[in-house]
């Protein structure tokens, strides 16, 4: 068969022959035609367009909503739609947790990727409550505290996030995000050419902020070094995102004061950045060079005294044999104090932001112990390789590349390892998947005791440790180890690590300070007395073992005793508890993070950077294929297009499609054999306890098994239309019936009403007897009483119903006014008072009716009154009798307000 032409092939697994060559031939001319996803099996490669492509408007969001997947191009709505099916268990697969793992390199879209799933995921639930509006603001809400302009990312994630989206019968109900070290050092120091946080330069935006924060020209603050050229060029962007951000917190939850709170703290953050200290001659100690300027502000926007903060920042107190022993800091010390207070109070408040939007999303029935399933989505800081740019690569880069080694382990894991453990346990035969198994390189960083991270705790430990030493120490340990490499440079402290997506050098500069992550002494007891509330707040919290903040902890009655006692004099307490490093958080929150992927089905999409220079169009080849070799791509297309990635049990199999040969088959290999054979599929296998197939056979049965449902749905229209016909000439014939049956009744009305009005003229005459009334004989019953009557019951207790009202025509006994005027012209008003009564009096009317007219409705056959008559009710209550009944029902009822019957029928 020739090969299809290049481009148009969307599941590359399908390929008959893929090698590096056709892999990035496919890939290119498919980001030429702007197609910037591709399928690899149930894998998702997405290249970043670097533009707007106009494809993700509700438009296409339709029709991505519960399709098989070969009926529409790639695309990322198509990932959550395979997410969200697979939750419910739709398409073959039995109902479980899902998660979905975004990777790639720093630029690549993983951002936008994970906004673009949590936006379709909100439209398959048919999302229009407050909740989903609330969590599609979460990325753009954490993004503005955790995201930054880096070299090689204009909104780049410094911080991992793990969001759990929570559904209770196929509805959201809830989120949760689970975050990973932020990169706080980015707050008081960044790369040449890069920024902080976007939220800083929110704060000169416009509006009122700036004076009231006492803020002043941007580029006047040190931890903006590379922001002044930003906020010139691009102030109307910035104040529509900090306009979008406002908008984003009023609709998750966050109150007013929160808000002003939120933007205190984070000018404070730059205000201490601009405290500057100088030694005095005298006696060699720091102290701060303006006690009345950034402190006094940076003090009061936090709520705590200025004096304290100096205090804090350039001196220490021990105690040593019941003394008290104060030791001035270096200039050096005092500014490394300064920046960890600035570090910590950032840290501290970006955890309470994340910890505020679980508080408002977490599901009301999860209170109450409810269980939820979930679709778990992992957006994490991309591999990153500074040096490329002309920067350095410090500990968060070691960090999150160690990150994106163990999400590649989980892919290999999952793709290929347990692929091949599963086979050779189900007796399948297999062809081997040669592919390289980073577990080597991560024990090098997480292996106890001598791992890369557990040196570095154990060199934080020592006073005098220090980069070098630390550094020192790798290379002796590491000497023969092939991931490692030691530097040419000797005298810097730096080492190179061969990754799976290549060697980057790391200098181990400041790597003791940022793993001890340590704050001055009395830093804590200071801001956990501020007169702020969101400041005593955050600094009242603990610090879990992942290194996100927990406010729910509380310290007991003696430890606040102490803090109270410590607070204006700040001390260094041996006794006081050790707590977890930076690196020893990190590794917590990758082991639970596993652990939770471990739980769901993952579903992988690989995110690729066409170029460095963030440019449209343009796409560097060596860069892609770099990037498509090193994450496996071609080993992956092998294994798929070989593998068998869906593996139900034998009973899951039979109880999904039996309905397709037989029901009563019961789960047995022959049973699935079986099926298979009916449904003429080919190339599966049958384990010993599994049917193994195809992502092609799920569809083929789900196709099979939707044909069968559209015949049922036919059959179904065909029989009750059928049922209706036959119901329609019944009750037409019985409608013909009921017509001829009224028109006989009003004949019969209109006979009797002549002979009443015989009567009446005869009564006229003085020599008659002047006896009001008549007596009107009743109306014959039709020969199926039980067809035209409304109801039996009786004058004095007329039945009652509640069904709808029908359309209703109220008449008389008598045939126009004419015949009432002989009625009351035949009986004086002074016979009628003596009696019976006042006429229109509910009393005379019950007289008149016992004396006059009540043998005419009794059934003398049955000795009961008729059942078409219901004595004195009122015309509301006689409606509500005839609601339910069929046209042409009647009922006769004496009149309350005069002296006579009415008649009302439907």
């Not at 690899?40 to 533009?51: C, Q, T």
């Not at 990325?139 to 994630?157: D, H, I, K, V, Y």
């Not at 050779?424 to 390189?441: H, Q, R, Y």
């Not at 009973?651 to 040969?661: E, H, M, R, S, T």
Request: glycine share 6%; with cysteine; aromatic share 8%.
């Amino acid at each position: 068969m020739d090969r299809p032409l290049v481009g148009q092939v969307e599941d590359l697994a399908s390929l008959a022959k893929l090698d590096e060559t056709i892999l990035l031939d496919e890939v290119t001319e498919r980001y030429a035609q702007d197609k910037i996803y591709t399928y690899v099996g149930d894998i998702l490669i997405a290249v970043n367009p670097f533009k707007d492509l106009g494809i993700y408007g509700k438009d296409s969001s339709a029709i991505y909503k519960n399709r098989k997947r070969s009926a529409n191009p790639p695309h990322i709505f198509a990932v959550a739609d395979a997410a969200y099916q697979a939750l419910l268990g739709r398409g073959g697969r039995q109902p479980g947790n899902q998660c979905i793992l975004i990777s790639g390199e720093s630029g690549a879209g993983k951002t936008e990727s994970t906004k673009l799933i949590i936006k379709q995921l909100v439209e398959l639930c048919r999302g229009n409550t407050q909740l989903e509006q609330q969590i599609l603001q979460v990325n753009p809400l954490l993004e503005a505290f955790g995201n930054a302009r880096t070299n090689l990312n204009n909104n780049s994630s410094r911080f991992g996030k793990y969001i759990q989206l929570k559904f209770k019968d196929g509805h959201l109900s809830g989120a949760k995000i689970s975050e990973y070290l932020l990169e706080k050092s980015r707050v008081v120091r960044q790369n040449p050419g890069e920024e902080s946080f976007h939220i800083f330069y929110y704060l000169f935006a416009g509006g009122d902020q700036e004076r009231q924060l006492g803020l002043g020209d941007p580029g006047s603050y040190r931890y903006l070094s590379n922001g002044a050229r930003h906020l010139a060029k691009d102030l109307d962007v910035l104040s529509e995102q900090k306009a979008d951000l406002i908008n984003a917190m009023d609709l998750v939850g966050f109150t007013d004061q929160e808000q002003v709170d939120v933007f205190a703290v984070i000018a404070s953050v730059l205000h201490l950045g601009n405290i500057n200290f100088h030694v005095n001659d005298a006696d060699d100690s720091t102290s701060v060079s303006d006690s009345n300027g950034p402190v006094k502000i940076a003090a009061k926007l936090l709520g705590i005294e200025s004096s304290e903060v100096e205090a804090c920042l350039t001196c220490m107190v021990n105690v040593t044999k019941g003394e008290y022993v104060k030791r001035n800091y270096t200039m050096d010390q005092a500014e490394d104090a300064r920046e960890a207070m600035a570090k910590a109070v950032y840290g501290r408040l970006f955890g309470w932001i994340v910890n505020k939007i679980n508080c408002l999303l977490v599901p009301d029935d999860q209170k109450l112990g409810a269980s939820f399933s979930e679709i778990g989505i992992l957006d994490i800081f991309g591999f990153e390789d500074f040096a490329k740019e002309g920067g350095k690569n410090s500990f968060e880069q070691a960090c999150i590349n160690l990150a994106n080694e163990q999400l590649q382990f989980f892919f290999n894991q999952h793709i290929f390892h347990m692929e091949q453990v599963e086979y050779k346990k189900e007796g399948i035969d297999w062809t081997e998947i040669n592919f390289v198994d980073n577990k080597p390189l991560l024990d090098l960083f997480l292996a106890k005791p001598i791992g890369i991270l557990s040196l570095l705790d154990e060199e934080s430990l020592f006073p005098k440790g220090s980069d070098q030493s630390y550094v020192d120490k790798l290379n002796k340990t590491f000497t023969n180890n092939s991931y490692f490499t030691k530097s040419p440079r000797t005298t810097l402290p730096e080492f190179s690590i061969n990754h799976y997506a290549g060697k980057v050098t790391y200098t181990a500069e400041k790597w003791l300070e940022k793993n001890r992550d340590t704050l001055p002494p009395g830093v804590t007891e200071l801001l956990q007395a501020s007169s702020n509330d969101l400041v005593k707040t955050i600094f009242r919290g603990q610090i879990t073992r992942t290194g996100s903040l927990a406010l729910q902890g509380r310290r007991s009655a003696a430890n606040r005793s102490k803090q109270r006692t410590s607070r204006t004099i700040p001390m260094n307490l041996d006794t006081a508890k050790r707590k977890l490093t930076v690196g020893a958080q990190f590794k917590n929150s990758l082991a639970i993070l596993m652990e939770r992927m471990m739980a769901s089905t993952p579903i992988f999409v690989r995110c690729l950077k066409p170029n460095h220079m963030k440019e449209p169009g343009h796409l560097d080849s060596k860069f892609v294929l770099a990037q498509l070799l090193y994450t496996g791509m071609l080993e992956t297309v092998e294994i798929r297009r070989k593998g068998f990635a869906v593996r139900p049990t034998f009973v899951q199999f039979v109880d999904k499609y039996k309905i397709l040969k037989d029901l009563k088959l019961k789960g047995t290999s022959q049973d699935c054999v079986s099926i298979l054979n009916f449904a003429k599929l080919e190339g599966w296998r049958i384990g010993k306890t599994k049917v193994f197939l195809k992502y092609s056979h799920v569809e083929q049965l789900t196709e099979l098994l939707d044909k069968l449902v559209k015949s049922a749905v036919n059959i179904q229209r065909f029989v009750r239309g059928f049922q209706a016909r036959v119901e329609f000439k019944k009750r037409l014939e019985k409608a013909r019936q009921e017509k001829a049956a009224l028109e006989e009744m009003l004949r019969e009305a209109m006979r009797l009403n002549a002979e009443a009005a015989n009567k009446v003229s005869q009564l006229k005459a003085p020599e008659k007897d002047k006896t009001y009334g008549s007596r009107l004989p009743p109306p014959v019953p039709s020969s199926d009483p039980a067809s035209y009557a409304a109801a039996q019951g009786s004058y004095m207790k007329p039945q009652k119903t509640t069904a709808t009202i029908g359309t209703q025509m109220e008449t008389t006994s008598d045939s126009d006014e004419a015949l009432e005027d002989d009625f009351e012209a035949a009986a004086t008003a002074t016979n009628r008072l003596e009696r019976f009564g006042r006429e229109g009096n509910k009393q005379a009317a019950m007289n008149w009716f016992k004396e006059t007219q009540t043998y005419n409705v009794v059934d003398q056959n049955q000795n009961r009154f008729a059942e078409w008559f219901h004595g004195i009710i009122s015309r509301r209550e006689s409606e509500n009798l005839l609601r339910d009944k069929i046209l042409g029902c009647y009922l006769i009822r004496v009149s309350e307000s005069r002296f006579g019957y009415t008649l009302s029928f439907k």
